[in-house]
Every structure is written in structure tokens, then in C-alpha cells.
């Protein structure tokens, strides 16, 4: 085989080029950490980096995720407590409207305080995040939940609650609805609320329920029309009974009235009622006694309306509380599987500094050898040993 001299050269020059290829690949190697530059270095570990990445890029989201859920939760269990405290403090007030030896003027001292009262549960049915999204409002964030007086409140939110992907299988409840929380106080089986609604601008109220034989649930409306009561059935407007009061007597309920209503002012009477009648409920019986059963039988129902809420208000709180403990075990889990992912993509992408540094240093001396080589080789003529 005849060697050329351009064969001598290319080949020297193609040897040079391959270890300063090699050469170049180790430093950036060292320089970037990274084993694998380019797919070509390594494509299956290159697939695989890819596929652990997106799932740390999700785990990391689900943690952000958790985070939010949590603050959420501990604002709204913040409120929940305040909701609590005022249930529990307004049930005291009942208790000592009780006495029978109060005064007119204390009976009104008890009503301006339970006013207060009304008022703080309103404010904290309508609290907001740091967001500006309000809490008890359902679905429906930006939309102000409870609107009116302590003449009538009415619900403007939904039932919906918001969620968060808080792990691969898990959407997590980040707020309750009013709802769930003032609106539907569950009474006992058996047994009924019977409290104003709105609208209701008069001074009307209950001032005395009694049962006269099995109540079965059923819900009725009540309108004052300015001569009789009208009593309907809620669910399907069906005309029950017409009477002028104050006793009212109809299916298993028997009912006296206090106060004196406005023409169009309303009532209901059923298994579950709003917190705020009840407040609307109780004030009016202290400001306004019945002239004939005076406010025992308000203070009674309003008593039992407290016990039933703060039942409502603790469930939702153990709900929250529970939802809590499960996000500290979801932070657990998916900062140790964030750690696992990481060490693994380390594994597969990150470079071993000290084989690394080891082969730089190997291909330095190898491409310097060839440098010093293809010299000597150049020089390999007979022209050069002529005299």
C-alpha cells in the first residue's frame, strides 16, 4: 500500500480533530456538571432524565399546591374559631335573658349586645382571603356572600367548594360554603325551627312553638297580608291554613306570634334554619316581649338554634382540621419523593467531577502527543536527510 503524503497529513489532521472533539466534549462536561450534553451522548438516559423531570416539575407543583391549601385552610379554621366563639357567647346571652327577673331596660341592654353579635357573624360570613376571594361564597370568589341587616339576610354565593390538586389522585376542598356553615342549622328529628325571613321590616317574631303531634319535616311559609297569616306549604305552594293570630295552629305546629309584622313580612317553619333568624329572631323577642307568653319561649328556641349551630360550626371545623392533617402527610410524602427524583436525575445526567477531571487531563496529554507526532511525521522525507 502506497502512503501519500496528503494521507499522512489528513490522517494526522483528523486524529488532532477527534481528541479536540473528545477533548472539548470533557470540558464542557466539567463546566456545566452535566454528563449528558446532547441526547446523542446517552438517549436512553436522555428519555429517561425527560420522563422523571416532568414528574418532579409535577410533584414540585403539587407541593406549591399543598402550600396554598394549607394557608387557605388554616384562614378558614381561623374564622371558623371567631364563628365558634360568637355561637358559644351569643348562647350565654340567651341563657341570661332567661331570668325572669330582668327588667325591660336590661332585656334591651341584652338585645344591643346580641345586635353586636349579629353583626360580627355577618362580618365573618363575608371574610376574605389575602386575594380579595371571600371564604364562605362557594364557587362564586368574587362575589360577597351575605348581604342585609339584622331585618334580613340573604345567601348569594353557591354550594360549590374550591379545590386543589394536592397529589396525582387527590383534589382537596380549600373552602367551605356559607352553606354548610350558617344557612341550613340542622334542628333534632321531630323537631322544627320557626324564625323570620326576609324580607321582614317589621318587629315580628316568634314567640313560642310547640308541637301537638308528630312533625314529619315538612317546611311551610308564613306571610302576614295585614289581617291573617298565611300559611303555605314550602315545597309545593299548596295553601295550608289563613289565620289572624297570634295563635297559629296547623299540622303538628302551633305557633305564637309576637311583635308586629309589616304587611309582607315572612316566616318559615322547618327542620333547618338560618343562624342569622335566629339572631333576627332573638333580638326582636328582647327589644319587643309578647304581651301574653313574653320571651321564654324565643330565648328557648334561640338555645337550641346555638346548640345546633355550634354542632354545624365543630363539624365543619373537624372537616378542616382533618384535611389539614392529610396535607402535612401529603408535604411528607412529596418532599421525599421530590428528594428521590432528584437524586435520580443526578444519577443519570450528573457528572462524576473526579473521572471527568481524570479523562480531561488523559486527553490533554494524548492530543499534545499527536500535536508533537504529526510534526515528526512531517519532517519524514529524504529531501530532509540530503546533503
Same mark, same amino acid.
Given at each position: 500500500m502506497r502512503i501519500s503524503t496528503s494521507m499522512l497529513y489528513? +490522517?494526522? $489532521?483528523?486524529?488532532?480533530?477527534q481528541q479536540t472533539a473528545q477533548m472539548l466534549q470533557t470540558q464542557q462536561q466539567v463546566a456545566t456538571g452535566?454528563?449528558?450534553?446532547? =441526547?446523542?451522548?446517552?438517549?436512553?438516559?436522555?428519555?429517561? *432524565?425527560?420522563?422523571?423531570?416532568? *414528574?418532579?416539575?409535577?410533584n414540585s407543583q403539587q407541593l406549591i399546591n399543598q402550600g396554598y391549601a394549607k394557608d387557605s385552610l388554616g384562614l378558614l379554621e381561623?374564622? &371558623?374559631? *371567631? !364563628?365558634?366563639? &360568637?355561637?358559644?357567647?351569643?348562647?350565654?346571652?340567651? !341563657?341570661?335573658?332567661?331570668n325572669g327577673t330582668y327588667a325591660p331596660s336590661e332585656l334591651k341592654a341584652l338585645a344591643t349586645d346580641v345586635r353586636a353579635a349579629f353583626d360580627s357573624m355577618l362580618a365573618l360570613a363575608n371574610s376574605q382571603n389575602g386575594q380579595g376571594e371571600y371564604l364562605f361564597s362557594g364557587y362564586q370568589a368574587d362575589v360577597k356572600p351575605y348581604t342585609g341587616t339584622i331585618d334580613g339576610v340573604t345567601y348569594q354565593g353557591d354550594q360549590g367548594?374550591?379545590?386543589? %390538586? $394536592?397529589s396525582p389522585s387527590r383534589l382537596m376542598a380549600v373552602n367551605n360554603a356559607g352553606s354548610d356553615v350558617f344557612n341550613s342549622v340542622k334542628q333534632d328529628a321531630g323537631k322544627f325551627f320557626a324564625v323570620p325571613v326576609?324580607?321582614?321590616?317589621?318587629?315580628?317574631?316568634? *314567640?313560642? +312553638? %310547640?308541637?301537638?303531634?308528630?312533625?314529619?319535616?315538612?317546611r311551610y311559609d308564613i306571610q302576614w297580608d295585614g289581617t291573617n297569616y298565611n300559611v303555605t306549604d314550602a315545597d309545593t305552594g299548596a295553601a295550608v291554613v289563613s289565620q289572624s293570630g297570634p295563635t297559629l295552629s296547623f299540622g303538628a305546629v302551633q305557633l305564637e306570634m309576637g311583635g308586629t309584622p309589616n304587611v309582607g313580612d315572612s316566616f318559615e $317553619?322547618? =327542620?333547618?334554619?338560618? $343562624?342569622?333568624?335566629?339572631?333576627?329572631?332573638?333580638?326582636?323577642? &328582647?327589644?319587643? =316581649?309578647?304581651g301574653t307568653v313574653g320571651i321564654q319561649g324565643a330565648v328557648a328556641q334561640t338555645i337550641e338554634g346555638m346548640d345546633r349551630s355550634l354542632d354545624q360550626v365543630l363539624t365543619v371545623r373537624a372537616s378542616v382540621g382533618s384535611r389539614m392533617v392529610e396535607l402535612t402527610t401529603l408535604e411528607s410524602v412529596g418532599t421525599d419523593l421530590d428528594i428521590q427524583y432528584a437524586q435520580t436525575l443526578s444519577r443519570l445526567q450528573d457528572v462524576d467531577y473526579a473521572e471527568a477531571v481524570s479523562n480531561l487531563t &488523559? %486527553?490533554? +496529554?494524548?492530543?499534545q502527543a499527536s500535536q508533537q507526532s504529526f510534526l515528526r511525521i512531517n519532517q519524514l522525507s529524504l529531501f530532509n536527510y540530503l546533503s
Open positions: 489528513q +490522517t494526522g $489532521v483528523n486524529t488532532i480533530q452535566r454528563r449528558i450534553i446532547a =441526547p446523542s451522548d446517552d438517549p436512553i438516559a436522555s428519555a429517561r *432524565a425527560l420522563e422523571i423531570a416532568q *414528574a418532579k416539575g409535577i381561623n374564622k &371558623l374559631s *371567631a !364563628v365558634e366563639e &360568637l355561637v358559644i357567647h351569643t348562647r350565654t346571652r340567651a !341563657v341570661e335573658a332567661g367548594q374550591r379545590t386543589l %390538586q $394536592v326576609a324580607p321582614n321590616g317589621g318587629t315580628g317574631h316568634i *314567640a313560642q +312553638t %310547640q308541637l301537638t303531634g308528630a312533625y314529619t319535616g315538612t $317553619v322547618g =327542620p333547618r334554619a338560618n $343562624v342569622f333568624n335566629m339572631y333576627t329572631n332573638m333580638v326582636r323577642a &328582647l327589644e319587643n =316581649p309578647s &488523559l %486527553q490533554q +496529554t494524548y492530543l
